[in-house]
């Protein structure tokens, strides 16, 4: 069964830096891209960054710049480095990876930026 466990999450001020880590456990099959989504409340869950398993990333225009994505295929893990956080990537940041068929979920980890 896979599992997913993410940490790091919490309290930023504005300008401030969040690492967010996620490692996967229990795939029987090979890892293809990992990445990390968010929701803010009220609204939809959006990408924000996404790894192949060849190091091709992929980043919003929201948070290009700012946020680094990197993974360990040999750990099965997925980091996501957050700068220059703003009060807007307020939100819950779920970390993902994609098998053969099916994308797999963390339980989401809080990020809030504030004052």
């Known amino acids: 069964q896979v599992q997913l466990v993410e940490s790091g999450g919490g309290l930023v001020q504005p300008g401030g830096s969040l690492r967010l880590s996620c490692a996967a456990s229990g795939s029987s099959f090979t890892i293809r891209a990992m990445g990390w989504h968010r929701q803010a409340p009220g609204k939809q869950r959006e990408l924000v960054a996404e790894?192949?398993?060849?190091?091709?990333?992929n980043y919003p225009d929201s948070v290009k710049g700012r946020f680094t994505i990197s993974r360990d295929n040999v750990k099965n893990t997925v980091d996501l480095q957050m700068n220059s956080l703003k009060p807007e990537d307020t939100a819950v940041y779920y970390c993902?990876?994609?098998?053969?068929?099916?994308?797999?979920w963390g339980q989401g980890t809080q990020v809030t930026v504030s004052s």
């Open positions: 790894i192949t398993n060849s190091g091709h990333t």
């Open positions: 993902y990876i994609t098998g053969p068929l099916h994308y797999y």
